[in-house]
């Protein structure tokens, strides 16, 4: 019972995908799952090769670079010998990748070449809850204050508030986030040497914590969101089908959200998918420059000492994300507009 209470997370994860897919076959042709599914498989093995091969040959001479931090000073031939055979990295590349994908398919991703004692899970399980924590306040309130805006701007095109929104989700959208974080910095650290209120500008533990790299994720965000929404609604509100349902004397509250928001918000529907996807490693630059201790600290750092299982578990986590995402958006379609036929 323990066991299965700390795996109780991933118990969930497992169960929802199960009852998506089960959805899936029944609300479209079961054909489209199968073909999906053995697109992510591919996929995966794509992902994985490249990135293994990249990082075989980056990595020195048969890889033992990676592994001689293990040692240090105390490095003997012994003792090198050692690590190339737990590691395999005797063997020639083809070989190592072979036994790669062998372990891949039973769900481990292998060894820290930096730390023999950790798994890619044990390392990656502690970064993925925070980074995903961080992404559960960010993305709500992305979606929350970036499409209503944009929708009203459309309904309200050519009006001040259209023009004003315009140029601040243009400069929101411009700005790189690693820019907003050093003005809030600076903001902050002017408000704290005049004993006024602030907010902390680095560190994770505190609920205070999550409030300002949450909020300039959701800035950024909101901003591309707002924009899409508002392209998508002008181009929906100029079709002739809503000059058809205004010239019937429908109400415009009618039009808008009965007829209108439908069509509009399936863009919106699209560029989600990738803003679901990349949850957990999207958030590079505010994580680092935030010291907050979530999957981009451990992929800075396996890119650093040169840990190939874990750069390899990063990106296949993501790939595996991003095929996902793209089969979900590829459903949800067919659902919010009929015509829209998933085969």
């Avoid at 396996?302 to 874990?310: H, R």
């Amino acid at each position: 019972m323990g066991a299965l209470l700390s795996n109780l997370p991933a118990v969930i994860a497992l169960l929802v995908l199960l009852a998506f897919m089960a959805y899936v076959a029944i609300r479209v042709n079961p054909g489209f799952l199968i073909k999906r599914v053995a697109g992510l498989v591919f996929v995966v093995m794509g992902v994985s090769f490249i990135t293994f091969v990249l990082g075989f040959w980056g990595s020195g001479p048969n890889g033992i670079e990676a592994v001689i931090g293990q040692c240090g000073t105390r490095c003997t031939p012994n003792i090198l010998k050692n690590l190339e055979n737990v590691y395999g990295l005797r063997d020639p590349w083809y070989l190592q990748y072979g036994h790669y994908l062998e372990r891949l398919v039973h769900g481990d991703l292998g060894l820290s070449y930096s730390n023999r004692n950790r798994t890619v899970w044990d390392i990656l399980g502690q970064g993925v809850p925070v980074s995903l924590t961080l992404q559960a306040f960010a993305i709500p309130l992305t979606i929350i204050a970036g499409v209503p805006i944009g929708i009203y701007s459309a309904i309200r095109a050519g009006s001040r508030f259209d023009t004003t929104t315009n140029s601040v989700s243009l400069l929101f959208f411009a700005i790189p986030s690693y820019l907003l974080i050093v003005y809030y910095r600076f903001v902050m650290v002017f408000l704290a040497v005049r004993n006024l209120p602030h907010l902390p500008v680095s560190g994770w533990g505190d609920p205070i914590d999550i409030v300002a790299p949450a909020v300039i994720l959701a800035a950024v965000g909101a901003a591309f969101f707002t924009r899409l929404s508002r392209t998508s609604m002008l181009e929906v509100l100029g079709q002739e089908y809503i000059r058809t349902a205004r010239a019937k004397g429908l109400r415009e509250r009618v039009v808008i959200f009965k007829h209108a928001l439908r069509n509009a918000i399936i863009p919106l529907v699209t560029a989600l998918g990738p803003t679901l996807a990349f949850a957990v490693t999207g958030a590079f630059f505010t994580e680092l420059l935030f010291n907050i201790p979530g999957v981009a600290n451990a992929a800075v750092a396996s890119i650093t000492n040169k840990d190939l299982p874990v750069i390899q578990g990063v990106v296949i986590m993501t790939a595996v994300a991003v095929a996902l995402m793209n089969l979900a958006v590829d459903v949800i379609y067919g659902v919010l507009d009929p015509r829209i036929k998933v085969v």
